[in-house]
Nanobody
Framework: QVQLVESGGGLAQAGGSLRLSCAAS????????MAWFRQAPGKEREFVAVINWNGGITDYAVSVKGRFIISRDNAKNTVYLQMNSLKPEDTATYFCASNFPGSQLSRSGAEYENWGHGTRVTVSS
């Protein structure tokens, strides 16, 4: 089982940027599609972005497309989420998740195998 640890959350002003990182515990991370989800207080968890095993294919939620960039460095067993032009509505706890090797890119959290504990992002207006 892959253990995932998120970092990089914090407080940002609207219009600012943050970069989240998700470090995986083992090298076999390289075979896994990776995704970011978020959950705001009182709301359901929602899909943010997903990336395939080599970084060649990505998909984004409409709400973040053009502002957020997902990437990965397989040599470092790490996936990133660069968040630009932040808005107050981006305030949430952000989770990274790994899917089974070879699986299709999915926006459904139910299909993901492993989850981190989350990192909190607060965007002030």
């Amino acid at each position: 089982q892959v253990q995932l640890v998120e970092s990089g959350g914090g407080l940002a002003q609207a219009g600012g940027s943050l970069r989240l990182s998700c470090a995986a515990s083992r090298h076999s991370f390289n075979d896994h599609p990776m995704a970011w989800f978020r959950q705001a207080p009182g709301k359901e968890r929602e899909f943010v972005a997903v990336i395939n095993w080599n970084g060649g294919i990505t998909d984004y939620a409409v709400s973040v497309k053009g502002r957020f960039i997902i990437s990965r460095d397989n040599a470092k067993n790490t996936v990133y989420l660069q968040m630009n032009s932040l808005k107050p509505e981006d305030t949430a706890t952000y989770f990274c998740a790994s899917n089974f090797p070879g699986s299709q890119l999915s926006r459904s959290g139910a299909e993901y195998e492993n989850w981190g504990h989350g990192t909190r992002v607060t965007v002030s207006s």
